[in-house]
């Protein structure tokens, strides 16, 4: 017999939630096929057999195991069942293309493919809400709720749900942040259009020569550093009676999954280039949402951003991030008249956004936040002080 234990997704992290089984007791598996998604409070990780054989369960779905416990043995020398296809040697893989990769399992994320399985839904027919037709857990449960043709649709049904490790994690630091830090929020409002004007005429060369797109985000993190470099105390924990200041700026970016809000950190970002920002970015978002960020690459940071703009949000106050002291809020662009800082008196449409700043104010000072807030805005409306790399 060959066991199957829980392996540990961190140091910090002691306990984790089993999910659905993928194979039921007593059923044949092959070696490496994916048994079980366990999920911590701050990643998700995938259980593969580790050998070929017979599987016998020791632990129930949705429960509570400590890390190292075991929860299923494989029978090594179990009789491979009639009609059971031995596997055939990996071949040589060859590129899909976007239509072909949409009618493969990858197209349904792994909780899309749990939640569905669960609810007697096929998820390979949905339609995908996420990144190229992906299914998320969103469009399952829309589809779960759909009112289906010749069913009752006054139906008051109730149901609950358990929260996830992650979600339960998430609402411990809200509140936390809320009770412990004196959180302020200040606002003003950035004028986009020399972002978007050098993001047009560059976005085609800057790929080419570093292989990734640019992205709005990459301008923010650069000025956020640039900021952080001139207001350090807004890159600074409280500790007890003590401010720790830090020589390196780690910039943590909100990304909404259907597991839940992640937090991948960009080390060391006051070394970057725009280039580097933008690839770290993209990587660190791919992997969040399809779940295989190490809890590693989501501890710690030093300062966060969050773009509820991307859901068309256009005003919020963050709430702080703790230890962290601030937290920058992106939002929707949208044209407003303003007046035209190149022909005073007169009115124009512009593309702009609301920028928000919450901060904990035991530490940083309004005038400092708004500082801070003031030297983001002059970098996004005169982006030629940042270096393009191009």
């Known amino acids: 017999m060959v066991e199957v234990t829980i392996p540990s997704p ?24 994916l048994l079980n998604e366990i999920e911590s409070d701050k990643a998700t990780l995938e259980l593969l057999a580790p050998a070929a054989g017979m ?23 179990a009789k491979r069942p009639a009609g059971s296809k031995v596997p055939k040697a990996a ?3 060859v590129p899909k ?4 990769d949409m009618t493969t399992t990858s197209r349904v994320s792994g909780v899309a493919r749990k939640v569905a399985a669960e609810r007697g839904i096929d998820a390979a027919k949905l339609p995908g809400s996420g990144p190229s ?25 109730v149901r609950r749900e358990k929260m996830t490790r992650l979600r339960l994690k998430i609402a411990e630091r809200l509140v936390s942040a809320q009770h412990s830090a004196a959180m302020l929020t200040t606002f003003n409002e950035a004028d986009m259009s020399e972002v978007i004007r050098l993001r047009t005429e560059h976005k085609a060369a800057f790929e080419k020569s570093h292989g990734v797109g640019l992205g709005f985000m990459g301008f923010f993190i650069c000025s956020c550093v640039s900021a952080l470099q001139k207001y ?14 830090h020589d390196y700026i780690d910039v943590g970016v909100a990304v909404g999954t259907d597991r839940g809000l992640v937090v991948p950190v960009l080390r060391n970002a006051e070394a970057m ?51 962290q002291s601030a937290i920058l809020g992106m939002h929707a662009i949208k044209k407003r008249p303003i007046e ?31 500082g801070f807030l003031v030297h983001v805005k002059d970098c996004i409306e005169n982006p030629s002080r940042l270096v393009l790399g191009i």
């Open 91 to 93: 071949a040589v893989k």
């Open 232 to 245: 350090p105390r807004a890159n600074a924990y409280l500790v007890g009676d003590e401010v720790e200041y």
């Open 10 to 33: 961190g140091e910090s992290i002691t306990e984790v939630t089993l999910g659905t089984w993928r194979k039921k007791d007593g059923e044949w598996v092959e070696k490496d096929e």
């Open 340 to 370: 035209d800082p190149n022909a005073p008196g007169q009115i124009a449409l512009k593309p702009m956004m609301y920028l928000a700043l919450s901060y904990d104010h035991r530490i940083i000072d309004g005038a400092e936040a708004v």
């Open 55 to 77: 599987l016998a369960l020791n632990a129930r779905s949705g429960s509570e195991q400590k890390i190292g416990a075991l929860v299923a043995k494989v029978d090594e020398t």
């Open 97 to 100: 293309t976007p239509k072909d």
């Open 133 to 157: 037709g992906r299914v998320m857990k969103i469009d399952v449960e829309s589809a779960s709720t759909t009112v289906q043709p010749g069913s009752n649709p006054s139906t008051r049904g």
């Open 273 to 323: 280039g725009l280039a580097d920002v933008e690839r770290t970015l993209r990587d660190c978002a791919t992997r969040a949402r399809d779940g295989k960020l190490t809890v590693d690459e989501m501890m710690g940071g030093t300062f966060t951003i969050s773009n509820g703009g991307v859901y068309g949000s256009l005003m919020s106050t963050p709430i702080l991030n703790p230890p």
